[in-house]
């Protein structure tokens, strides 16, 4: 299915509307460029899980531009040069604060989910946090009407919110 399909369908979930879409100057439709950052406190392994979702299409075009290289996010023979690609993007990207403190987010690995990119880290062990900072700035070296979505979940309570380029920053508290 063509890849404005899913980007209505997700916008849809997170929104419960249709995906709008913009003309470029060029008069062809532009589609939406969104992520999603899900980040949840575990509290029987005391860590944050963080799965960041990220269209397969414009995160190997962020890729390529910041690495200049070649990228193939489905080919299962560049799987490992992805990985590295991709855990350097997501430490260059994405920071998480605990409280006042840095939390050091630590690389899974990445799987292809339809068309998208699920991205799985998760932190050492820290306490359980009263307020999560997170600095994304996922795609916002390709595109500059990015659109980030956070969610946040401790103790079963989930806050979300939206990051709009050029802005990285959100904070919740619990």
């Known amino acids: 299915m063509p890849v404005l399909f899913y980007r209505s ?3 849809f979930s997170l929104f419960g509307g249709l995906a709008p879409v ?8 532009h589609p939406l460029h969104v992520s999603t950052t899900d980040i949840s ?8 899980e963080v799965i960041c979702t990220i269209f397969t299409d414009d995160f190997e ?7 200049q290289s070649k990228t193939d996010l ?9 990985d590295v690609l991709v855990k350097n993007y997501l430490n260059a990207h994405l920071q998480i604060k605990a409280g006042n403190t840095a939390v050091p987010i630590n690389y899974l690995g990445f799987e292809l989910n339809r068309e998208a990119i ?13 307020k999560i900072e997170a600095d994304v700035s996922l795609l916002h070296n390709i595109f500059d009407d990015q659109l980030n979505i956070v969610h946040m979940t ?21």
């Open 74 to 82: 489905q080919k299962p023979a560049m799987h490992a040069a992805m």
């Open 41 to 48: 406190y575990n509290v029987q392994d005391n860590k944050l």
């Open 9 to 11: 369908i997700l916008f």
């Open 154 to 174: 401790v103790n079963g309570v989930r806050k979300s919110g939206r990051i709009d380029y050029p802005d990285r920053k959100i904070a919740q508290t619990f």
């Open 118 to 130: 699920n991205v799985y880290l998760e932190s050492e062990k820290t306490p359980v946090p009263k």
């Open 22 to 29: 913009k003309k470029n100057p060029n008069n062809s439709f």
């Open 61 to 67: 075009l962020a890729l390529q531009k910041q690495y």
